[in-house]
């Protein structure tokens, strides 16, 4: 059965310049007995591809993710809040952050940007009402949500998202070389599960974030490919799933699976989710 659209008023807070430093003071309280966080972001899509010689296909893949989030901006982040129960604060457990991005200035692919605003994006209230991404960033760097141990982060297929944290945390280009970026992210998000590899291990899933949420019987709150309802949904995935395996498997070993982004020789981290690029970069 299709997961059904729910309204997301109740659960999903819209975060602007306005009221960013009121909701990141809610955040710094709700992480201290909601430390599981799934997030989601929404970038541009893809308009650049590398160019040269490269050691390997995984090393294609990052130096296209690389020179792409170089290039390009973040346009939201979801951010969504739950205990090891898989529990969630009451009211608003969603944070969506919407980030400042101008049509005319910006880079961007035009499909994922129809695709977007087909979404329910508003990219003239983005222009005008956006977060800065430097003061967002150092807001987060205090908030007790990064950089923090026993914060766990769920994610699904997230190359691209921790590429886009990664660049936003550092105010910097991302490194040159894979194991160099992964020291940075492991320093800024220690834990991390991605809901795409517990899928080896639930053999009938298969398929994107919406399709293995229907394959769970999830109902989606919000809409899909905006990054608060694809972060409360991709929270519920990986407790569903939680469940699925420790009812296969008594006593699963879930923390196998942390910091599992990519197993040997296993390109899918870095591929792209939706879109084609269109010219190289040096």
């Known amino acids: 059965m299709p997961a059904a659209l729910v309204e997301n008023s109740q659960v999903i807070c819209e975060v602007w310049a306005s009221n960013l430093e009121e909701e990141m003071r809610k955040i710094r309280e709700i992480v201290l007995s909601y430390s599981y966080i ?11 591809r590398p160019i040269g010689e490269f050691r390997s296909s995984i090393d294609y893949q990052y ?14 982040l979801g951010l ?44 003239q209230k983005h222009e005008e009402e956006g977060i800065d991404t430097l003061h967002f960033a150092e807001l987060l760097m205090t908030s007790g949500v990064v950089l923090c141990d026993n914060v766990k982060w769920l994610s699904f297929h997230s190359g691209y998202d921790f590429g886009y944290m990664v660049k936003l945390l550092t105010d910097s280009r991302l490194p040159e070389e894979e194991h160099e970026f992964f020291h940075i992210l492991n320093l800024f998000f220690p834990s991390i599960y991605d809901v795409k590899y517990l899928m080896k291990s639930c ?29 409360l949904l ?3 995935a ?16 879930l923390d196998l699976w942390i910091n599992n982004l990519r197993q040997a020789g296993d390109t899918r981290l870095w591929s792209e989710s939706h879109h084609r690029g269109l010219e190289a970069c040096e």
Not at 38 to 48: I, L, Q, R
Not at 84 to 92: A, N, Q, R, T, V
Not at 107 to 122: E, V, W
């Open 63 to 76: 130096q296209l993710l690389r020179c792409n989030v170089d290039l390009l901006k973040i346009i939201q």
């Open 203 to 231: 053999k009938n899933l298969k398929g994107g974030l919406q399709e293995v949420a229907d394959q769970l019987d999830l109902q989606r709150i919000g809409r899909q490919h905006q990054a608060g309802s694809d972060s």
């Open 38 to 48: 799934a997030m989601d972001t929404e970038f541009p899509g893809v308009v650049v």
């Open 80 to 123: 969504t809040f739950t205990n090891e129960k898989g529990e969630y604060p009451s009211g608003i457990n969603t944070w969506q952050f919407n980030f400042k991005f101008n049509l005319t200035e910006d880079m961007y692919s035009q499909d994922s940007i129809d695709l977007l605003a087909n979404s329910g994006l508003q990219f």
């Open 234 to 236: 991709t929270g519920m």
């Open 238 to 253: 990986f407790f569903r799933m939680k469940e699925v395996l420790n009812h296969l498997y008594l006593n699963f070993p």
